[in-house]
């Protein structure tokens, strides 16, 4: 919540400015499906490398709460939307999605959208189906924020939903 704390403080001043050629600008109001995509304008999106939390899976908080993950991770992504004006760029079209990168304006300083939000603890890397990550800064970003129990990772009962996902998998293999 540190990193999350930081950015809602920074105030960006100035004119807003447009996005750069081959670029496209990621604002408020796009209909968040996840922690790690959206659609807008009918195409949907997905951060390159992300794996948000999954909706429907749940952590108990310090209070002794249960709270869904995958809501956690969507409120973060929002905020992160809200608070740094995102710009975006298209990197891979798989089926009708829209793989992109993203990179958020904190100040005079331009970072990684994916990189924030795993390293803030709300989100995780994305693994590939030989278990290797999409991005190995991603990988080392979620280690660190795992290290420090950043986000999700104060929480013991977090679900990893690579782990999830891949238990999913090998179901639906078996059930052919």
């Not at 760029?89 to 970072?111: E, M, Q």
């Amino acid at each position: 919540m540190r990193v999350l704390a930081v950015l809602i403080a920074v105030s960006l001043s100035g004119p807003a400015a447009t996005a750069p050629a081959g670029y496209f600008d990621l604002r408020p109001g796009v209909a968040l499906e996840s922690g790690d995509s959206w659609t807008d304008g009918g195409v949907r999106y997905h951060l390159y490398g992300v794996q948000a939390c999954l909706r429907g899976t749940f952590y108990t908080d310090r209070s002794g709460h249960r709270a869904d993950c995958g809501e956690a991770s969507l409120a973060v992504l929002a905020a992160f939307i809200a608070d740094t004006r995102p710009v975006c760029a298209p990197v891979a079209t798989i089926g009708n999605v829209a793989h992109v990168v993203c990179y958020a304006s904190v100040g005079a300083d331009r970072l990684d959208l994916g990189n924030l939000v795993v390293t803030s603890g709300y989100a995780f890397a994305a693994l590939q189906p030989d278990g290797l990550p999409y991005s190995p800064a991603y990988a080392v970003a979620e280690q660190v924020a795992r290290e420090k129990h950043a986000g999700l990772w104060q929480f013991k009962d977090v679900q990893y939903p690579a782990i999830l996902l891949g238990r999913a998998a090998a179901g639906n293999s078996r059930d052919r």
